[in-house]
């Protein structure tokens, strides 16, 4: 037997901050259908998810509730879990970046990028609000020069801490950004980190002192007061489960990853910071990394401040999980921002699901039980319309694959139900109902219940990756092994 081929693919870590909405999940179901999918063409998948629990934000929120962070982080990542679970995700591991797991990797990537040199202790400068306890750059003051949380005077401070010799990598990451086009996409987003690449990458500042909710850094000479920067601990997150530390051969397998999957605001971490990282550690850089455009709701951005965060378990409540699924990967093109409404997807679930799909599924079950007792035969001779449609599900499986490998979900399930009418017309063509009529037919009528059977054993199979739950319902009841 040939050996499969590895396949690594990651979503973000999401922050425990809040519930997550609607948003986060199209992130995860999208990553969720890659892996799918490339597990059905034969590919050893790995596919990673998690949670990146530290840093000031948390610590906050923390204090805020009276409870410790690692209290809060625990109950809301439960929570994640949960929604993974309603909504039939396939991760392979789940990584926290508070496990201890994840500690030893973050320090040991620190130690080792100190030991080269590229890590330095200096000073950062900023503008404090210390009632805010926040940094702020010049131009995010207010128009008076002050906070723009709290509107009371800035001072300008000093703090000692570590950072990254980002400069150090400048050239490099440009020339392959530039070089590799499959590396950064879609198209337009490589164009805006090439341009700020150019613009001159500074020194990252990788530790804080202000709070104490991260991974210490691990120095040895007791400077224990400073934590490292969230997203320094949290990109390294994609070494950790694959064996990084403990497992060469599994880490040899897996690392470089094939596809980062990331919204468009953290495309510069992944592109960026990331490479440099990866670079120091004299590391093969990511495949891919995806941006993907992001989820609005009725025409506007999610926020809380606006009311208009909408919650994926209640609607998997109410509509469950491979419907939700179904709609997000057939109403958004990847690159591009898409809009949810609940109009469009009791649209969707209406024409798509229950007419196309749901008609199909019952007329050919129920007229198998009617003409033939249940009982389906192979096919003796065939018509010009079965030839036709043995044509439309050959080609329909080509341009699907073609669409899946180049990340075109959506296409590829609009092909898929484009086959699901032409299935429903191939009945209306045929019209079983008076083949049964005629004694002389018979055989013409099992062709026809068997070829039908046949494509929605073809469609099961296509929306496996898309609805999990869904495929394998049809897949019983056409009383198929496996
Ligand atoms: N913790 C960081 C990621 C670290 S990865 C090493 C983070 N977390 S997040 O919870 O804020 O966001 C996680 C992902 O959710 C991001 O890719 C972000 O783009 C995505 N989304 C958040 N809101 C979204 C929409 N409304 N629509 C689509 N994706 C959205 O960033």
Known sequence: MTEKKPFYITTPIYYPSAKLHIGHAYCTTLADTIARYKRLTGHDVFFLTGSDEH?????QKAEEAGVTPQ??????????????????????????????????????????????GDIYKGEYKGLYCTPCESYWTEHQLDEHGCCPDCGR???????????????????????????????????????????????????????????DWGIPVPMDDGDKKHVI??????????????????NEEMFKKYWPADLHLVGKEIVRFHTIIWPCILMALDLPLPKKVYGHGWLIVDGDKMSKSKGNVVDPIALIDEFGADTIRYFLLREI??????????DALIER????????????????????????????????GESEIDKSLKADAAETVKVYRENMDKMELSAALKKAWAFVSRSNKYIDETAPWALA??????????????????????????????????SPKIWQQLNLEG
């Open 349 to 380: 679930i209406n024409s798509d699901l229950a007419n196309d799909l749901g008609n199909l599924l019952h007329r050919t079950l129920s007229m198998a039980k009617k003409f033939q007792g249940g009982v389906l035969s192979a096919p003796v």
């Open 153 to 211: 005077p800035v001072q300008e401070v000093t703090e000692e801490a570590y950072f990254f010799k980002m400069s150090n990598y400048a050239d490099r990451i440009l020339a392959h950004i530039e070089n590799n086009p499959d590396f950064l996409q879609p198209e337009s987003r490589r164009n805006e980190m090439i341009n700020f690449i150019k613009q001159g990458l500074e020194d990252l500042c990788i530790s804080r002192t202000s709070f």
């Open 229 to 246: 920067y969230v997203w320094f601990d949290a990109l390294t997150n994609y070494l950790t489960p694959i064996g990084f530390l403990d």
């Open 437 to 470: 009529k005629d004694e002389t037919k018979k055989q013409e009528l099992a062709n026809v219940l068997y070829n039908l059977a046949e494509s929605l054993r073809f469609i099961a199979v296509l929306i496996s990756p898309y609805m999990p739950a869904t």
């Open 333 to 342: 093109n990847l690159g591009q921002d898409g809009n949810f409404s609940r």
């Open 71 to 116: 209290a809060y982080v625990d109950k809301i990542v439960a929570g994640f879990q949960n929604l993974w679970d309603r909504l039939g995700i396939s991760n392979d591991d789940f990584i926290r970046t508070t496990e201890k797991r994840h500690e030893k990797v973050v320090q040991e990537i620190f130690r080792r990028i100190y030991a080269k």
């Open 55 to 59: 840093g000031q934000k948390i610590q």
